[in-house]
C-alpha cells in the first residue's frame, strides 16, 4: 500500500536461505531498514548513499536504542533519592519507601514509578545540528547527545520540526 526503499549496509557473516535470495542482486547485508519513499524511480537497486546527502548546518533528528541497564532499582531508574542513613533506618538505603495509601483505595495504583526494567528502548533525538562532514571517511559530526553505546547503529534523518535559531 505505500512505496519504500530498503537500505542495507554492512557485510553479514551468515545468512539463512530466505535472507540470501531476499538479497541476493544486492549483496549480504548486516543490517537492513526499510523507508518510505514519495517516488522510487530515481533509485537504482545497489544504488549507494553517503553522507553527502546531508550539508552542514541541518537540523536531524537521530533514533537509536537507548543502553541496557537491566533490572534497576527505583534510585537508578527514577532518581529517587532513598531513605534517611539514620534514625533506625538499617536496611533502607535504596527502597522506594511507601508505594500507596491505606483503605482506601487498598491498591496500588497504575503508573507507580518502581523498581524493574531500565534502558534497550528506542530512543529519538530531535533538533541535533550537523557540525560538519567528512566525505572521505563518511563521518557525519552532529552536535548533541546520541542515544545508544558506542558503535550503536542511529538513524539518522532531516527533522520536520522548525525550531529557533541558535544565539
Known amino acids: ?19 540470501e535470495g531476499h538479497l541476493r542482486h544486492t549483496g549480504k547485508s548486516r543490517f537492513l531498514r526499510e523507508f518510505r519513499a514519495s517516488s522510487i524511480d530515481a533509485v537504482q537497486v545497489g544504488q549507494r548513499f553517503d553522507v553527502t546527502l546531508f550539508h552542514e548546518g541541518d537540523v536531524v ?5 537507548s543502553k541496557g541497564h537491566g533490572f534497576s532499582g527505583t534510585i537508578k531508574r527514577h532518581n529517587f533519592h532513598g531513605g534517611p542513613k539514620t ?3 538499617s536496611d533502607r538505603h535504596r527502597a522506594p519507601g511507601s508505594i500507596g495509601a491505606g483503605t482506601t483505595p487498598g491498591k496500588v495504583l497504575k503508573g507507580r514509578r518502581m523498581a524493574g526494567h531500565y534502558g534497550n528502548e528506542r530512543i529519538t533525538t ?18 548533541g547527545a546520541i542515544p545508544g553505546p ?3 547503529v542511529v538513524l539518522v534523518k ?8 541558535e544565539a
Open 158 to 165: 532531516r527533522s520536520k520540526k522548525v525550531l529557533r535559531k
Open 1 to 19: 500500500g505505500y512505496d519504500a526503499v530498503q537500505l542495507g549496509f554492512e557485510e553479514a557473516k551468515c545468512l539463512n536461505k530466505p535472507q
Open 87 to 89: 534514625h533506625g533506618q
Open 61 to 65: 533528528d537521530v533514533t537509536g536504542t
Open 150 to 152: 558506542n558503535k550503536g
Open 126 to 143: 530531535q533538533g541535533l545540528r550537523i557540525v560538519k562532514i567528512d566525505p572521505e571517511r563518511n563521518l557525519l559530526l552532529v552536535r
